[in-house]
């Protein structure tokens, strides 16, 4: 990193969310509450799936996946805003921007993966029954994880290899409270269309193109499920609506980022702070509360704790 920046900025400034110190305050409790319930759900869904044999399946091994991913969007971000609510001066170095980008994009491309391995799995498992064991092998599933981490490291690496040698000579502020990509190239001191182009292709193209397959397999899958009995098609369905909330919670933020040509800087903010704080707490949410399952399970380990904790 150390020849990664020759020009004169060696810092940034982020303008954060708001001056106001009311609702800055607001924010602060809003976010924090949501930032440690994420973190303690998604830390128990990981714990729950490698803890209870019950739950050893290609479906929990990939929601386990998604969780433990979610731990990374909550800790890219947030830990920063909060610690920057209060602060006149938001600041953050080139190295850490660089960094931040780069968490942001790699944890991107994973999610999309694996939100498609999901899809397949519901696929097979709906439309092929008698060959889901076969399919969903343990084999394609650590294969599909593999994938994802490289996946996420390409496009990330790919994009940074572009725009991390800009030169930057001021300004260095930014209207946001973290670094992403298209505020930190319009900084650079060069004409940056080409780039700017380059990154909506890359991060626009495969979010949109991404959300558009994932949505066209889930009529697929719906279609199919209607051909089933009732009570099956009926949990089935149910299963199917937390996958598709979540897929919309987390292409439409993506999408608006990457592919609206002139964002609004307060919408722009909202929707960063959904994606950044609430979305990693609402999939948890979402996967658990729609299945009966995972909450038996994590009644039974929750169990296991407290009496673990009173014997030692």
């Known amino acids: 990193?150390?020849?990664?920046?020759?020009?004169?900025?060696?810092?940034?400034?982020?303008?954060?969310?708001?001056?106001?110190?009311?609702?800055?305050?607001?924010?602060?409790?809003?976010?924090?509450?949501?930032?440690?319930?994420?973190?303690?759900?998604?830390?128990?869904?990981?714990?729950?799936?490698?803890?209870?044999?019950?739950?050893?399946?290609?479906?929990?091994?990939?929601?386990?996946?998604?969780s433990f991913i979610d731990l990374g969007v909550s800790s890219v971000s947030s830990p920063k805003m909060l610690y920057d609510l209060f602060r006149?001066?938001?600041?953050?170095?080139?190295?850490?921007?660089?960094?931040?980008?780069?968490?942001?994009?790699?944890?991107?491309?994973?999610?999309?993966?694996?939100?498609?391995?999901?899809?397949?799995?519901?696929?097979?498992?709906?439309?092929?029954?008698?060959?889901y064991l076969t399919i969903m092998s343990p084999r394609t599933c650590i294969l599909f994880s593999v994938t994802a981490w490289v996946v996420g490291l390409?496009?990330?690496?790919?994009?940074?290899?572009?725009?991390?040698?800009?030169?930057?000579?001021?300004?260095?502020?930014?209207?946001?409270f973290y670094c992403d990509l298209p505020r930190f190239i319009k900084l650079a001191c060069i004409d940056t269309n080409q780039l700017e182009f380059m990154v909506t292709v890359n991060s626009g193209f495969i979010s949109v193109g991404s959300f558009f397959i994932l949505i066209i397999s889930y009529i697929v899958i719906i279609i199919s499920v209607q051909k089933h009995s009732s009570g099956g098609s009926s949990k089935a369905l149910s299963t199917l609506s937390a996958h598709i909330t979540v897929v919309f919670?987390?292409?439409?933020?993506?999408?608006f980022f990457y592919t609206w040509p002139?964002?609004?800087?307060?919408?722009d903010k909202?929707?960063?702070?959904?994606d950044a704080v609430i979305t990693p707490f609402l999939n948890p949410i979402i996967y658990t509360f729609r299945n009966q399952e995972m909450k038996v399970a994590m009644k039974r380990v929750c169990r296991q704790l407290v009496s673990y904790r009173k014997t030692s």
């Not at 990330?156 to 000579?169: D, G, R």
């Open 262 to 267: 002139s964002p609004s800087t307060h919408l």
């Open 1 to 66: 990193m150390e020849r990664v920046n020759q020009s004169v900025v060696s810092e940034f400034v982020f303008l954060g969310l708001t001056n106001s110190w009311s609702i800055q305050l607001l924010l602060f409790v809003f976010s924090s509450m949501f930032f440690v319930a994420s973190m303690m759900g998604n830390s128990l869904i990981v714990f729950t799936v490698a803890s209870d044999p019950h739950l050893h399946s290609p479906m929990y091994f990939l929601l386990a996946n998604l």
């Open 154 to 176: 390409m496009h990330s690496l790919i994009q940074l290899a572009f725009v991390v040698n800009l030169p930057f000579c001021g300004p260095n502020v930014l209207d946001s």
């Open 270 to 274: 909202f929707l960063a702070i959904f």
């Open 249 to 255: 919670l987390f292409f439409g933020p993506l999408i």
């Open 88 to 131: 006149k001066h938001k600041v953050i170095s080139f190295t850490g921007c660089v960094t931040q980008i780069f968490f942001i994009h790699v944890i991107g491309g994973v999610e999309m993966v694996l939100l498609i391995a999901m899809a397949f799995d519901r696929y097979v498992a709906i439309c092929k029954p008698l060959h």
